[in-house]
Structures are given as C-alpha cells and as structure tokens.
C-alpha cells in the first residue's frame, strides 16, 4: 500500500474562513510535506515534518498552520487566506526523509478562495 | 538551493512518434525522481534513480541519470495518448530531506 489520502477533494472557502486540509498515510513514513501547486507550475514546499516535528518552514505567512497530531496524520489550517492562495494543495510523504528515499505524494486538495 | 532546468517546457506531437524530455542541473543529486501529473490531481511516481549512468525501463519509457548525476532523461518511444500529462522531475538536495522541482514539461500526444 503505498497510499496517502487528502480531504477534502476540493474546497471553497470566504476570505474570513476558517478551515482545515487533512492528510493521512499508513505506510509508517515519518516524513511528510505540504505542497502548494499553482496552475501549470510545479509543486511547491512549504512544510516538512520529520518524526512529528516541523523541520523545514519555507518562509510560508502565518495564515497557514501545519500540525502533525501523529505519525499518520498531516493538517493544514487555514485561515484568513487571500484569493491569490487559491491552489492545488498537495501532500506527500517518505519513510524516513532520507536521501533515495521515494516521496509519494496525495490527489490533492484544490482550493478556491472567494 | 539547487536549481533543476526542465525542457521542453510545451511539446505536442502525433501518435506514435518518440520522445526525449531532459532535466538538467549544475548541481549534484544523490537521486531523482520522475513523476506524471494529470489535471486536479496528484503527481505520481514513475520512477526514483540514484546511481550515476543508471537507466531503468518502464513499458515504452526509458529513464536515465547522468554519470555525473547532474542531468537526467526521459524517453517515451511510440507515445500513446494516454501518455498526455505533466511530467516533473525532482532532484534530491543531499541530507536535506526535501525534493528540487524541475519545471515540468507538458505533453500531448494526438491522436
């Protein structure tokens, strides 16, 4: 099984919103990333939590706030978000984080802020 | 950071036909990744090398990592129309436990 799972699939929400992306794998992979993919462009970091922990924060504003409640599970919460964050938001994750590690990534969620 | 340069960016071609897409850096990789991406969804894994002048076969695709392992190739030989989609190739930064995206190269095949 080498599966990871993203809800919801799509997702409207108001600029004054509040609402949550999930990510959940059961494959025992204690490194996982949050993307953020704009139309026609390739992914983007903003996260990654390496054994439960934030390790790498890629300057992202404070309207994003990741959290890693276990080993199997990824959030996203959003709030106050701008119509420019409308994006496809992808997560993946690797065993370990280390290098030739294969990265697995989520069907996404696709966001559109009104 | 390192930086991946991805061409073509754009190619549209008939059914049939064969095909190179190139990933370059002036950097080294400890590996690479291929991935295919559809519309809406996810991108998906087709193949991870990591040692230098290794090629791996997948069906009608041909992936191969530079000697060097600063560049990187994929060949689509007889290309289908459901070889249509977005194709990515990322580099891994060493010991940095995060991937470089290349830019993509979008491919149509018609039919």
């Known amino acids: 099984d080498t599966e990871v799972t993203q809800t919801p699939k799509h997702l409207v929400m108001g600029m004054t919103n509040k609402k949550s992306l999930k990510c959940e794998q059961h494959m025992g992979h204690r490194a996982m990333y949050w993307y953020k993919q704009k139309a026609k462009k390739p992914p983007e970091l903003m996260f990654v939590?390496?054994?439960?922990?934030?390790?790498i924060n890629e300057s992202v504003p404070s309207r994003f706030s990741p959290e890693c409640p276990n080993s199997s599970l990824l959030n996203l919460h959003l709030h106050a978000l701008q119509p420019e964050d409308s994006a496809l938001y992808l997560c993946a994750s690797r065993p370990r984080g280390l290098e030739g590690e294969t990265q697995y990534f989520g069907p996404g969620t696709r966001l559109l802020v009104l | 950071t390192q930086l991946l340069e991805q061409s073509p960016q754009f190619l549209s071609i008939q059914e049939g036909e064969n095909l190179t897409v190139y990933c370059n850096s002036s950097?080294?990789?400890?590996?690479l990744q291929w991935y295919r991406q559809e519309p809406g969804e996810g991108p998906v894994l087709l193949v991870t090398v990591v040692t230098g002048g290794e090629v791996k076969k997948l069906k009608r695709l041909t992936f191969q990592f530079g000697d060097a392992r600063k560049d990187s190739s994929l060949h689509i030989t007889a290309a289908q129309p459901g070889d249509t989609g977005l194709y990515l190739c990322a580099g891994e930064e060493n010991a940095g436990n995060m991937l470089t995206f290349g830019g993509g190269t979008r491919l149509m095949v018609k039919p």
């Open positions: 939590y390496s054994y439960e922990k934030l390790s």
């Open positions: 950097s080294v990789f400890s590996s």
